[in-house]
């Protein structure tokens, strides 16, 4: 049976996005492959919601949305 990934967690730093997964894994990947991330304030990247069940991130200050799934491809 394939499970899929869920984020339980998540953090911005200025080098990375930082996402934690139910599954024990913690992925990091290039904060500037997420321009939208690179040019926010530090308060608008810690306004971030897990949405569906885990399976993406969303910030509502900047309208972007990344899926768990596609980290999991460029990590």
Not at 11 to 35: H, N, Q, Y
């Amino acid at each position: 049976m394939k499970i899929d990934p869920v984020a339980i967690d998540a953090a911005v730093t200025k080098d990375a996005l930082l996402v934690s997964l139910a599954d024990g894994r913690e992925l990091a990947t290039p904060i500037d492959w997420f321009p939208r991330l690179v040019g926010a304030t530090r308060a608008e990247r810690e306004n971030w919601q897990i949405t569906g069940r885990g399976e993406a991130l969303h910030w509502p200050d900047l309208g972007e949305d990344i899926a768990v799934a596609s980290l999991l491809r460029i990590s």
